[in-house]
């Protein structure tokens, strides 16, 4: 089981306890101090809350929530174990929208892709709440989620902030240690990227996949959250199948697998300035990828 459904429960569980004292009219207390009493985020007290309004147990009358029945043992929840986790949420997300070509400005239907994703509604309103800090959703004003564009001014940011992570990690690697385990990981990669190559005609859509392992796996020597996260909108904007010019995918692939090799050996010959060169030369083709792209689909 998830565990943000795990914390939902307990918390749901937990709210109803707090109730037992109430009397059929007794209003419940705020969002915010619910969500202090319970610390939980105010995303799982609204979803605690509006799925009580479903069971009939108390009214949602804008902040006026009066209990209306009492308490029964059956409106507790009980463990479920078939939700996926988050990060199989997120790589299951990632790879619809990778293969079924989700355009900018789609409507996100939550309760449709909780029932796709295997997840509770609210685990997905907190991923997508996630998304939001990035600018990659928003919510809609009449509710609901809309996945979002992006704009020239976003990718150059992005592009540049991009480039001093991983310019930086690229640079730690070649002052690890034989022992480390960067050096078999990317031994692994080499061996994929080579796989891969002999099969680009066909299989190259599977190089987006293959991107991000590589890009994670380099970012993750760098020991900061902010990089952890920085990594998740990578995965959501540069692996974006959608936005990339379809006729020379194959071609832009397999040349992007020699840029990834020369990576691999220039941070193998342990010269931090040619590993700064060889990953500042793939993003820079990187970054003209997407800002042509933006150009292919209309968007800039």
Request: net charge neutral; no cysteine.
């Amino acid at each position: 089981m998830a565990r943000t459904d795990v914390r939902f429960r307990a918390a749901y569980n937990l709210l109803l306890d707090q109730m037992a004292g109430l009397a059929p009219g007794d209003a419940l207390p705020s969002e915010l101090k619910l969500a202090e009493t319970l610390k939980v985020s105010r995303t799982i007290v609204r979803a605690a809350l509006k799925r009580l309004e479903e069971g009939g147990v108390i009214g949602l009358d804008g902040r006026h929530k009066p209990l209306i029945r009492a308490i029964r043992p059956e409106d507790r929840l009980t463990e479920r174990e078939e939700y996926i986790t988050l990060r199989e949420l997120e790589d299951r997300f990632l790879d619809w929208v990778l293969r079924f070509d989700v355009p900018a400005g789609t409507s996100l239907n939550v309760a449709q892709l909780a029932k796709q994703f295997s997840v509770p509604p609210h685990m997905l309103q907190e991923f997508l709440a996630g998304l939001g800090h990035f600018g990659l959703v928003e919510r809609r004003a009449q509710g609901g989620w809309r996945l979002l564009g992006f704009t020239p001014d976003y990718a150059v940011e992005l592009s540049e902030f991009r480039a001093l992570l991983e310019v930086n990690a690229a640079r730690i690697v070649t002052t690890l240690p034989e022992t480390h385990p960067i050096w078999r990981d990317l031994d692994a990669l080499e061996r994929e990227h080579l796989a891969l190559l002999d099969r680009i005609d066909t299989d190259f859509r599977d190089f987006s996949r293959l991107d991000e392992r590589f890009h994670t796996a380099i970012n993750a020597v760098v020991k900061n959250r902010f990089v952890v996260d920085f990594q998740k909108v990578i995965s959501l904007i540069f692996h974006y199948h959608y936005q990339w010019d379809k006729q020379l995918e194959r071609d832009r692939n397999k040349a992007a697998i020699g840029e990834h090799r020369r990576i691999i050996a220039a941070m193998r010959s342990r010269d931090p300035q040619a590993a700064t060169a060889a990953v500042q030369a793939h993003l820079a083709t990187s970054k003209e990828t997407l800002l042509a792209s933006l150009r292919v689909n209309h968007l800039a």
